[in-house]
């Protein structure tokens, strides 16, 4: 196992439009997910830094794209893009809030050129979610690649662990041949962070600009 480092890494900026993004010129990840899955802790334990990203008992408390650099993985020192998205899921959310998360996260994911993947977020605590459920056929119908990090992993016997991820898996083979890749993560333990940062590093690779 590497030894646990943090990285650097600093918060570029928030923005709703494309406009006041970052410009596209590095390889981006984004992390998204329903609201409470616990982004934000998970973005601060990738990174080795505890407050990098705001945490929150409040859900629907991120409501723009947040940008950070991260100058590095584990293994290399290529600088990279990450982009913290608003939450979903969050039923007090007024139909006009739901409304302008839609179309600004549609747009990121849709539009964002220089995005090699997208980190999907879900609670392996709970059962298939139809919200998550739809965001998985979402992704996969726009051709947009993502992966699925289980999160909380901490929370749960690894006996339950195992059978709450088998649980995903077979919901997910009514639609899917090919299952998405899966990690498990815990943001307690810091379970995960090095297989994530391995996968970060070999999608960089493969960056032409």
Same mark, same amino acid.
């Given at each position: ?12 900026? +928030? ?41 929150? $008992? ?6 723009? !794209?947040?940008?950070? %650099? ?5 293994? +290399? %020192? ?12 969050? &039923? ?7 409304? &302008? ?22 609670? !392996? ?6 919200? /998550? ?8 119908? $726009? ?21 709450? !991820? ?20 815990? +943001? ?6 090095? /297989? ?5 590093? &070999? ?7």
């Amino acid at each position: 196992m590497a030894v646990y480092k943090p990285l650097l890494a600093r918060h570029l900026g +928030s923005g709703r439009e494309p406009a006041h993004w970052p410009a596209p010129d590095l390889p981006e990840y984004c992390f998204i997910g329903r609201s409470n899955v616990g982004k934000s802790s998970l973005i601060n334990m990738l990174c080795g830094i505890g407050k990098l990203a705001r945490v929150s $008992n409040t859900p629907g408390r991120t409501r723009m !794209v947040e940008h950070f %650099r991260v100058e590095g993985t584990l293994t +290399s %020192r290529s600088p990279w893009l990450l982009a913290d998205l608003p939450g979903y899921g969050f &039923a007090k959310a007024s139909k006009s809030d739901r409304e &302008a998360w839609r179309r600004m996260v549609h747009t990121y994911l849709l539009q964002r050129e220089n995005l090699m993947c997208v980190f999907l977020l879900v609670d !392996v605590r709970l059962e298939p979610q139809r919200s /998550d459920l739809d965001m998985i056929e979402w992704l996969g119908g $726009n051709g947009v690649p993502f992966v699925i990090v289980f999160t909380k992993a901490d929370k749960l016997s690894q006996p339950k662990v195992a059978s709450h !991820v088998a649980r995903y898996r077979k919901t997910l083979l009514h639609t899917w041949e090919t299952l998405p890749t899966m990690f498990l993560t815990s +943001s307690e333990t810091r379970q995960g962070r090095d /297989d994530l940062l391995a996968y970060i590093d &070999a999608v960089n690779a493969q960056w032409g600009r």
